[in-house]
């Protein structure tokens, strides 16, 4: 194997594969090294997202929606089920099927564009003092050997945050892997965190008949969201779904036994409150996995929080070393890892053809977020009490699914969506959704806040009658005061 790149990028999740095939499409000759295994001990590329993140978790959430319909929607539709069950098993073989088939897929894709793979851990080496490339070391268990490069790419994302009070055991105390792989449906579950993970994770099994309690430390639900699209988000999983959650929770204690988990915790009036449960999840969050690149002998900058300094550009204190995704400043998104695995192969390319600078570039306050609960929430740009906090002037428009046709025929009528448009010059500030299929229609509001578009122009864009993505139509209609269907 030629051990000479002109890139090379360490991880192969979203971050840094996308980076990887990016590169290679133009022209440069790639290396990905990345050491993820799967349960078989397996290398497999994708990182967290692919083998324990984005995709398993949307394959469990489809099935457990399915079968919540089934429970309890389509009698409304004349459809009659005796004897409505769930098998677990077939359910998590259903998804592990999907993993293999992406991760397999990634595979296949860096084969086509000709991207060399490397199994193992990557670690930066000092450059040479005669020239500009770099070494790096991929060690595994059995072996090492070294790469050298002119240009690196940190993708190595993020690890779950861990609680020293709530130690994982992989028996009874989850992570979300762990999460994701339970055989069969607890009894009563815990979760600690209230984040995307855990109001996730706590809908599929809750669907699927656990009694489930989420333990938030903040004292406000889904802070960073929309105050008004996290209060209907509340009502609609704590009334519809059936979960319980706690905010302004302080974790005193846990204990694991050998068949549940002991759990005291002081309540947001300080009272003091014990559980016992089946099982506990532990979502609080993530971390850089910045751990072992090499940082502290190569002089790479970390923060006090681990995440590698970087410039608009991704480019690290180091030359020619760029870092992307969870790894830098930023929402710890999938998408926003691939843009700017994107973007870093174009201006590592355009630099070595010569040019002055490149235009790629990532705008971080036009960066979409999901939550795949049911219903879905969305939300892009600045919400209203951040706009309050600045002192902006802005309008409010806003259109509910209960006035929808197509929500109407769905019988998903739950939520709204609200458009905020600066109150002079009429330009996009944000738009905010909790309800069926937001996760599609909030790319429409992304490309339009990316053309810097009004609320009129939305407004006087023709949306196909019926569909969910009119909410938004008449959303933007109610800028100006003239909403037609309420």
């Not at 098998?87 to 000709?114: H, Q, S, Y």
């Not at 390319?349 to 979409?368: K, R, Y």
């Not at 019988?411 to 009429?426: I, N, R």
Request: net charge negative; with cysteine.
């Amino acid at each position: 194997m030629n051990n000479i790149f002109d890139v090379a990028v360490i991880g192969a999740g979203p971050g840094g594969y996308v980076a990887a095939i990016r590169c290679a499409q133009l022209g440069l000759n790639t290396v990905c090294i990345d050491d993820w295994k799967n349960e078989q001990g397996r290398p497999s590329l994708g990182g967290t997202c692919l083998n324990v993140g984005c995709i398993p978790s949307k394959a469990l959430l489809e099935s457990s929606e399915n079968f919540a319909r089934a429970g309890h929607k389509f009698a409304e539709h004349g459809i009659k089920l005796d004897g409505l069950s769930i098998d677990v098993p077939a359910m998590i073989a259903r998804k592990d099927k999907i993993v293999k088939a992406f991760t397999g897929g990634i595979g296949m894709l860096f084969k086509k564009n000709k991207v060399t793979v490397l199994h193992g851990r990557g670690v930066l080496q000092k450059r040479d003092n005669d020239d500009d490339s770099w070494e790096i070391r991929v060690k595994t268990d059995e072996k090492e050997q070294s790469v050298r490069t002119r240009h690196v790419i940190i993708a190595t994302g993020s690890v779950p945050r861990s609680l020293t009070i709530a130690p994982v055991d992989g028996v009874n105390v989850l992570d979300n892997a762990g999460a994701l792989a339970l055989q069969q449906t607890p009894g009563k579950l815990a979760i600690i965190g209230a984040g995307v993970i855990g109001l996730e994770l706590g809908s599929v099994w809750r669907r699927l008949g656990a009694e489930v309690t989420i333990l938030e430390a903040q004292a406000d639900f889904l802070s960073a969201a929309d105050e008004q699209v996290a209060k209907e988000a509340y009502k609609a999983l704590t009334r519809e779904t059936g979960l319980v959650i706690h905010t302004g929770v302080e974790i005193k204690s846990t204990q694991a036994g050998k068949d549940n988990v002991k759990i005291e915790y002081t309540d947001r009036d300080k009272n003091v409150q014990s559980l016992e449960v089946d099982k506990l999840i532990v979502a609080v969050g993530r971390v850089p996995n910045t751990a072992s690149l090499g940082a502290k002998e190569t002089g790479l900058q970390l923060d006090e929080r681990g995440y590698i300094g970087v410039d608009k550009f991704c480019q690290t204190s180091l030359q020619n070393v760029y870092a992307i995704g969870d790894v830098v400043r930023g929402p710890m998104l999938a998408h926003k890892a691939s843009e700017e695995g994107v973007a870093v192969a174009e201006r590592i390319a355009s630099n070595q053809q010569g040019a002055s600078d490149s235009t790629a570039h990532i705008d971080l306050g036009m960066m979409p977020w999901v939550i795949y609960t049911a219903p879905e929430i969305a939300w892009v740009g600045k919400t209203e009490q951040a706009l309050k906090a600045e002192g902006v002037i802005y309008k409010v428009g806003q259109f509910p699914f209960m006035a929808n046709g197509r929500a109407r025929a769905l019988g998903e009528t739950t939520g709204f969506v609200k458009v905020l448009a600066d109150a002079e010059s009429d330009r996009i500030l944000g738009v905010h959704m909790v309800g069926p299929y937001v996760s599609e229609i909030i790319a429409e509001a992304v490309v339009a806040m990316g053309f810097s578009a009004s609320s009129e122009d939305l407004a006087r864009i023709v949306h196909a009658h019926p569909s969910l993505s009119e909410s938004l139509h008449e959303a933007a209609l109610g800028v100006a005061k003239r909403t037609i269907h309420i």
